[in-house]
């Protein structure tokens, strides 16, 4: 998250307005600028669309923010977000354009991915080998050792933040969301733990002084799904399931990876490492064996039975997503009532939205996406209705 007035030529006082003047000394807004098209996404605090720019036809995502709904700490977020994002400009990172601060709103002018997410295209597929997975990974690791170089942790990589620029590539992605994202040279100590729970690196679960390697962790996290069709670390209760990370407890579980070659298992091996000052770096990782091995003998290695895992996982995956999202509207819509029928109606929200993505998750083993859509138009229905 983060702020900007906008990019080019502001001087110092504009910066801090948010107020950008052109070329013709004539204040730039985003009207002025960009002409809004469709909603392409909503969150509690937010929402998401098609923008152009209208002097070259350009089409890009506008985020719009509503500062007004914002905790103190999330608008802190969103000014570091900004913040590290006007320092990234790599072909797989998304792109931060432009920025304006006007009355309430921010607006982020993002690029504009149309391929949806990366885990969503696998599923897809007919066909899957090991040397699409190793190019995905390869991938990863050269954005990695970008955002390392230039002293940024991610801290949040999972598959959500993973995007495919359009629907007929399947291999060309972006690293999305640096709303939790640090400078490496400003962590310290015992700072609140973030990120997302079957990613996270054990070193920021012991309030460690980490580096960009945590983000290998979560890569190897990533890796270990798109090779074995599952995560590695997973308990319904996440004491436990932060338990298992701190220790390293996970394996290759026969006969699930029978078909895994030995030098993918490897590389895994070589990121989940617990101590991470023993943790290869992205670097050292995109010289590992298995990256560099020859297409051909990669494009040899069939990983259909990945598919049907990773089917399962996914449909779970988007099942519990869609699930978080309803509880979060309901809570938000009820931030307006008085705060005894705020808290009463959040609890009885919360259970009632738990227990029918409980129920749905239950029915959902065999991979049955159908359950997914129906959490979602409940999820809608309560923004609607907010």
């Known amino acids: 998250m983060g702020n900007k007035s906008s990019g080019m030529g502001a001087d110092r006082d504009s910066k ?10 004539q204040e730039r807004t985003f009207a002025s600028c960009y002409q809004l098209g469709d909603e392409l996404g909503t969150g509690a605090y937010s929402k998401v669309k098609k923008c152009t720019d209208k002097s070259n036809g350009k089409e890009w995502a506008a985020k719009i923010v509503n500062r007004a709904q914002l905790q103190p700490e999330d608008a802190q977020a969103l000014e570091d977000e900004i913040k590290i994002m006007k320092e990234l400009d790599h072909e797989h990172v998304i792109k931060l354009a432009d920025v304006f ?22 599923v897809q597929k007919e066909k899957y080998t090991e040397k699409e997975a190793r190019d995905l990974v390869a991938l990863l690791l050269r954005t990695l050792d970008y955002l390392h170089t230039h002293d940024i942790v991610h801290r949040d990589l999972k598959p959500e933040n993973l995007l495919l620029t359009s629907r007929e590539d399947d291999a060309n992605i972006k690293i ?21 729970p079957g990613y996270v690196a054990p070193e920021i679960l012991r ?26 670390f997973y308990d319904e209760d996440q004491d436990q399931l932060f338990r298992k ?7 290759f579980h026969a006969p699930y990876w029978d078909h895994v070659s030995e030098e993918a298992r490897d590389l895994i091996s070589q990121m989940l490492v617990v101590n991470h000052k023993q943790r290869q770096s992205a670097a050292e990782l995109l010289r590992h064996p298995w990256i560099v091995a020859a297409d051909a003998d990669l494009a040899g290695k069939d990983l259909a039975p990945t598919l049907t895992e990773f089917r399962k996982f996914n449909a779970r995956r988007k099942l519990r997503a869609a699930m978080e999202t309803v509880i979060a509207l ?12 705020k808290s009463k109606s959040l609890d009885d929200d919360q259970a009632e939205s738990s227990q029918k993505g409980k129920s ?27």
């Open 101 to 122: 601060n006007e009355g309430a709103q921010t607006i982020l002018v993002l690029e504009l991915v149309v391929g949806g997410e990366l885990f969503d295209r696998i």
């Open 207 to 232: 309030g460690l002084k980490y580096s960009g390697k945590a983000d290998l962790w979560s890569a190897g996290v990533i890796t270990y799904i798109l090779l074995g069709g599952y995560p590695p």
């Open 176 to 196: 999305a969301d640096f709303g939790f994202a640090r400078h490496i040279s400003e962590v310290r100590e015992m700072e609140e733990a973030c990120g997302t």
């Open 360 to 386: 749905a998750l239950e029915s959902n083993e065999d991979g049955d996406i159908a359950a997914v859509t129906s959490i979602r138009e409940q999820g809608q229905a309560a923004l609607q209705e907010g």
């Open 245 to 251: 990370i701190r220790r390293g407890q996970y394996q």
């Open 330 to 341: 309901n809570r938000f819509r009820r931030f307006s009532t008085v705060e005894y029928q």
């Open 16 to 25: 801090r307005s948010g107020k950008v003047k052109n070329h013709e000394g």
